[in-house]
């Protein structure tokens, strides 16, 4: 039988140990279908709902798999979805590979159906390596290369085929002129900075008397070395919401997430120290990092397009995070003086009664933060959790403690709505021995989460562990942009633009042979969630919450506060809500019973 490009497409990914693409079908890639079934569907053809879909279960496969994910679509339309899914990988620094086609090479240029320049398309998502292919002989080259970019990049790359290459005859380059062979051996190294240079970062860290850390998703792999450089400075460690689960909560000088959606103990460690270490993270507000002067800064990322963001860093270390850290261990001064350390374990201990006492107060129905506090201690320790854009996030960010070998992600730099259920897909196929949770608010159930609830009832008896819960924060109002127009621009609620229709989730997952749980008021929580984290199949739990409890950061200014208010004033359809919710949020923060007002007193 003949080889045609599109075997040799598949046979490729085989050969780099791809087991799943994520698609949707078209006549764009019609020979790449026929392949697939002459190759009795491996790598395994996974059929979201949406190609938009597709390439947001490929982010989140290769979040939770450290591989490459890979996706494909049909030419125009088909390609033209990816794009958002394709650009959340790229932003948040994950390797995937979007394999489309494109109409045939005679059609070219003469504005036929379907037609779009897809080379032109995808030069920015895809700017580190996009390729079509107009001749056999350019494979395996051509896609060996996407797949090695991706992987040592931590990008996104496009290899694009036209309809009638994928089924001509596959023919090897030869060993002749213009002819590009290619070979699939791939190997890791993990560079480090030259001594010199950690001496220099030595220098600036054993000279601070309050260290701050920060870190990233790139030092997922560096947990132990961290731990061992802030015991030798009696530093603090606050994470990036992408770093969330490098360092587990349990820690007593973890502060957890910073920034806007972060807690009060990050905040007023980066407001005090003076000298700051970041390692593996990007985070991009600068506001809620030391104020220029304040400190001394090292920074150590793996990347060298990536370092000196941010801040005015003295010393840029690139490397890899965990040779870099176990090199520079002994070369820094154990530090006696540990007020520092006390003073950030205490408030982060403060913190975490005041986030048990805000989860307690009342709402109507229920407390959004009650939600994600009483999910908290029901995590198996090996649940992979995953939360969509909105004010889930903020819940996701301050509420749930990691621990174990817990694994979470967001859509961290896009911030788009609409990966929560996708993303825990792809991590149910790298992962379908372990359970997965996702924190999706109404608006993106509705923007997309619904139809991929399809996409699980068709492949969740596929899986070895069936665990996976889709919780659904039910208010009926699209609530992270209704307190952005509150509080930044002192806006009234717009109803038109904010109001969500109503729909039983539940409901609508049990017509799908899926469980279904409504949880209506504040003590159905927990057991909502019992009875989820238990079932023998993917469960949808709705909670409906209260759209006027604020995510309003605890280290919010009196500008911000201010302008909530006038907007109340200003005729707010929940302005008596905001205003009781707001009130009673922010007393508990100074509430007696504390360890540092028992102190004093």
Not at 402 to 422: C, E, K, N, Y
Request: net charge negative; charged share 20%; glycine share 8%.
């Amino acid at each position: 039988m003949t080889t045609t490009v599109a075997d040799q497409i598949l046979d490729r990914l085989r050969s780099w140990d791809v087991t799943h693409v994520f698609g949707y079908a078209g006549d764009g890639i019609n020979g790449l279908l026929a392949a697939w079934q002459r190759a009795g569907d491996e790598p395994r053809f996974v059929q979201a709902r949406h190609e938009e879909m597709a390439a947001f279960e490929a982010v989140g496969y290769a979040k939770f798999t450290g591989r490459v994910g890979v996706c494909t679509a049909t030419s125009g339309p088909g390609a033209i979805h990816l794009l958002n899914g394709l650009y959340d990988a790229k932003l948040d620094h994950v390797p995937v590979v979007a394999i489309v086609g494109q109409t045939a090479r005679s059609a070219m240029g003469g504005n036929y159906q379907q037609e779009v320049d897809l080379t032109t398309l995808y030069k920015d998502v895809a700017s580190d390596y996009c390729q079509m292919v107009t001749v056999p002989e350019q494979l395996p080259n051509v896609l060996d290369r996407a797949m090695r970019i991706a992987a040592s990049r931590r990008t996104v790359t496009a290899v694009i085929v036209p309809s009638d290459v994928q089924e001509l005859e596959y023919a090897a380059p030869g060993h002749a002129f213009k002819m590009v062979p290619s070979s699939l051996d791939l190997t890791w190294a993990a560079p480090v900075p030259a001594d010199h240079d950690l001496q220099r970062a030595a220098e600036v860290l054993n000279s601070g008397q309050k260290t701050a850390i920060l870190v990233g998703q790139g030092a997922r792999s560096a947990a132990a070395e961290v731990t061992e450089i802030a015991d030798l400075l009696g530093a603090g460690a606050a994470k990036a919401l992408l770093g969330k689960d490098v360092l587990s909560d349990e820690l007593p000088w973890v502060t957890g997430a910073i920034g806007l959606l972060g807690t009060r103990p990050s905040y007023e460690m980066m407001m005090d120290c003076d000298t700051l270490l970041v390692v593996g993270s990007n985070f991009p507000y600068s506001q809620f990092l030391p104020k220029f002067g304040q400190a001394r800064a090292v920074q150590i990322d793996i990347d060298p397009t990536m370092v000196g963001l941010r801040y005015p860093f003295e010393v840029n270390l690139v490397g890899d995070a965990a040779a870099t850290l176990r090199r520079l261990v002994p070369m820094l001064t154990r530090r006696d003086d540990r007020s520092w350390r006390d003073d950030i374990e205490a408030k982060v201990q403060r913190w975490w009664e005041v986030m048990q006492r805000r989860a307690t107060t009342s709402a109507d129905p229920i407390n959004p933060e009650l939600v994600l506090h009483e999910l908290s201690p029901r995590l198996p320790d090996d649940a992979i959790v995953a939360s969509d854009s909105g004010s889930s996030a903020n819940w996701y960010a301050r509420h749930l403690k990691f621990r174990g070998d817990m694994r979470g992600s967001l859509s961290g730099t896009l911030a788009t709505m609409g990966p929560g259920v996708p993303y825990v897909i792809g991590a149910k196929f790298g992962h379908p021995d372990r359970p997965c949770v996702a924190i999706v608010g109404d608006g993106a159930m509705q923007m997309n989460g619904i139809n991929e609830l399809i996409t699980i009832s068709k492949y969740w008896q596929d899986w070895a562990d069936p665990r996976m819960v889709i919780a659904v924060l039910h208010n009926n109002d699209l609530n992270q942009v209704t307190w952005e127009l509150r509080a930044m621009g002192g806006s009234p609620q717009f109803l038109p633009s904010q109001h969500l229709p109503d729909f039983p989730y539940a409901d609508y997952a049990r017509s799908l042979g899926l469980g279904g749980v409504l949880a209506a008021k504040p003590d159905e929580v927990a057991p909502a969630w019992e009875q989820a984290l238990q079932a023998d199949r993917p469960c949808v739990v709705e909670f409906l919450t209260d759209p006027a409890v604020p995510p309003i950061p605890p280290h919010a200014t009196w500008d911000q506060l201010e302008k909530a208010l006038e907007s109340i004033v200003r005729g707010d359809s929940d302005r008596v809500d905001v205003i009781k919710e707001g009130v009673k949020s922010k007393i508990q923060e100074f509430l007696p019973g504390t360890k540092e007002e028992d102190s004093t007193s």
